[in-house]
């Protein structure tokens, strides 16, 4: 969860720097990345709180089953979104390079 929090931080200054050198708007994949983070952020607090407050264990161990599932993809749509601000920013530094 922190170092998602962090990334979440230092976004915007990323952003620009993309936009200055692409003159693409990235707003709607930045959107994308902070909703994700957001989401897997809410479901591990929200695992945490349920092994506390369900006192059946066999509810908690299903509950448990399917949030780690959620968090799972969450978390790999992040690294997805991580990827494509990767390929785009290293797209431009490659013509800045060559050409």
Excluded: C, Q, W
């Amino acid at each position: 969860m922190i170092p998602v929090l962090f990334i979440v931080a230092r976004l915007d200054p990323l952003l620009a720097a993309i936009e200055f050198d692409t003159g693409r708007d990235l707003s709607e994949i930045a959107g994308l990345f902070i909703a994700l983070g957001i989401i897997s952020s809410t479901l591990s607090i929200f695992t945490v709180i349920v092994t506390f407050v369900i006192k059946n264990p066999k509810k908690v161990g299903k509950i448990l089953f399917f949030m780690a599932f959620a968090i799972l993809a969450s978390s790999v749509l992040i690294g997805v979104v991580g990827v494509v601000f990767i390929l785009i920013s290293s797209k431009n530094a490659y013509k800045k390079r060559h050409y």
